[in-house]
């Protein structure tokens, strides 16, 4: 199977899971309805979107709660078990793993969050490497905030090891990154569409992101140049977690103040 054909039947099953969010659907159920063996479409699902196909499912079940609990007036139960959780208790503690704050919080904050605080310490920079780079823009649309930070996964989640909000696409310096295996993840959205919280921004706001990674930082080399390139999102791209368009408009409204 080509490329392009493994594509489309990956696109096929993410459409079905945002059908499906809140059945219980099992990798089974995916590979059954994609024609291959379980671990087959496996392979083929983490080929095409970098990530396993539970861990897509999961992702897209607390982005649509996320979209609820700004949008609905659902109490937190209610929206787990709209996207598939049989527990509530399940359900906050994975939200916010993966989004940085409770439901209940994300829904007073409007879904705001603050900005990341980065770390400090001489002990740490003297342990630690900068990361920089330049992020150009592929496509049309001009593009607003832009949040960029390294994550332990290819999905957005949690918060960044080391992040900056910029006010455009361009040079950005990462600080304080300690040494491991990181994925650097950013996103970018049109200007006038920060506040957008809900996920249901029209073609001119639609959000472009880029990723490069995995990428090994070892603490004997201080600089590291990573560029990286913003592309219109796309259904097969892992759902953003974090509330990346939130943290670039609070972080925008702190250096107006």
């Not at 993410?14 to 995916?30: A, C, K, P």
């Not at 609820?68 to 049989?86: E, K, P």
């Not at 920089?132 to 996964?153: A, I, P």
């Not at 910029?166 to 990181?182: A, I, K, Y």
Request: hydrophobic share 40%.
């Amino acid at each position: 199977m080509d490329k392009f054909s493994e594509q489309v039947v990956v696109e096929r099953v993410i459409v079905s899971m945002q059908e499906n969010l809140g059945e219980r659907l099992t990798v089974d159920d995916m590979a059954r309805s994609a024609m291959f063996s379980k671990f087959h479409f496996t392979r083929v699902f983490q080929r095409v979107t970098g990530v396993s196909p539970a861990r897509f499912l999961s992702a897209m079940r607390i982005q649509e709660a996320k979209r609820l609990l700004v949008s609905t007036a659902f109490t937190v139960a209610d929206i787990s078990y709209q996207v598939g959780y049989n527990s509530p208790g399940t359900f906050s503690s994975r939200f916010k793993e993966s989004v940085g704050v409770s439901p209940i919080a994300y829904r007073q904050l409007r879904g705001y969050a603050p900005v990341p605080a980065q770390r400090r310490g001489s002990e740490l920079e003297s342990r630690s490497s900068t990361l920089r780079g330049d992020m150009q823009v592929c496509g049309e649309g001009e593009r607003g905030l832009t949040f960029v930070g390294l994550f332990r996964d290819p999905i957005p989640q949690g918060n960044p090891v080391s992040c900056s909000v910029l006010s455009e696409p361009g040079d950005f310096v990462l600080e304080n990154v300690p040494e491991g295996t990181w994925y650097l993840l950013a996103q970018s959205v049109a200007p006038g569409a920060e506040e957008t919280v809900t996920g249901s921004i029209g073609p001119d706001g639609a959000p472009f992101v880029g990723s490069r990674g995995p990428l090994v930082v070892h603490q004997d080399v201080p600089v590291i140049d990573v560029d990286l390139d913003l592309r219109p999102a796309r259904a097969m791209d892992p759902p953003v977690l974090l509330a990346l368009l939130d943290v670039r408009t609070a972080a925008l409204q702190e250096r107006a103040s």
